[in-house]
């Protein structure tokens, strides 16, 4: 059964850092991309951030220069660098396994909140 | 950037009966679309892919259709347990993808 458990969110103030892990099993975690979507209090969907099997990474450009995607396979591990934070970067933030350009499995999210 | 339209912003149906959300793009996406369904409190679930595959474990109340810009998802006979949102993705320029405003399904 996959399984994706993300964890690091909390209070932060403008301005400040965080770094956000995803937890996967259940799957061979380095055959996959793997994907970060996040979502504004009462909002929808946005995608964040996104790395390849090989390593690739690629960001929208609203985080662009701020965030920083990386994954561990020997840990099975996605990693989401968060510096610069905004108020508008509070949201909910899902790691999702990527097949074939989906985001066929989700984590149950971490809440990261930025103010003062 | 690919924009996707999502029709109507709320959706009211008894249950039993059929519910059809729409969804258009700027441009064509092919059929490099999915649907994903929010229930509350809950993390998206994929539900169709490429525009009208269903995603594993997904009842066959749920279909997809269209290609291009114009793409519906049917609920067949809704279900108490359907009430989320519906969210439609494009994955045309991966993985620059974008999501839809969603659409919320009301029971009746």
């Known amino acids: 059964e996959v399984q994706l458990l993300e964890s690091g969110g909390g209070l932060v103030q403008p301005g400040g850092s965080l770094r956000l892990s995803c937890a996967a099993s259940g799957f061979t975690f380095s055959s996959y991309a793997m994907t970060w979507v996040r979502q504004a209090p009462g909002e929808g969907l946005e995608w964040v951030s996104a790395i390849g099997t090989g390593g690739d990474t690629h960001y929208a450009d609203s985080v662009k220069g701020r965030f920083t995607i990386s994954r561990d396979n020997s840990k099975n591990s996605l990693y989401l660098q968060m510096n610069s934070l905004r108020a508008e970067d509070t949201a909910v933030y899902y790691c999702a396994k990527d097949i074939h350009g989906y985001s066929a499995y989700w984590g149950q999210g971490t809440l990261v909140t930025v103010s003062s | 950037e690919i924009v996707l339209t999502q029709s109507p912003a709320t959706l009211s149906v008894s249950p039993g009966e059929r519910a059809t959300l729409s969804c258009r793009a700027s441009?064509?996406?092919?059929?490099?679309l999915a649907w994903y369904q929010q229930k509350p409190g809950q993390a998206p679930r994929l539900l169709i892919y490429d525009a009208s595959n269903r995603a594993t474990g997904i009842p066959a109340r749920f279909s997809g259709s269209g290609s291009g810009t114009d793409f519906t998802l049917t609920i067949s006979s809704l279900e108490p347990e359907d009430l989320a949102v519906y969210y439609c993705?494009?994955?045309?320029?991966?993985?620059?993808?974008?999501f839809g405003p969603g659409t919320k399904v009301d029971i009746k």
């Open positions: 993705q494009q994955r045309t320029k991966w993985p620059q993808v974008t």
């Open positions: 441009q064509s996406v092919s059929s490099y």
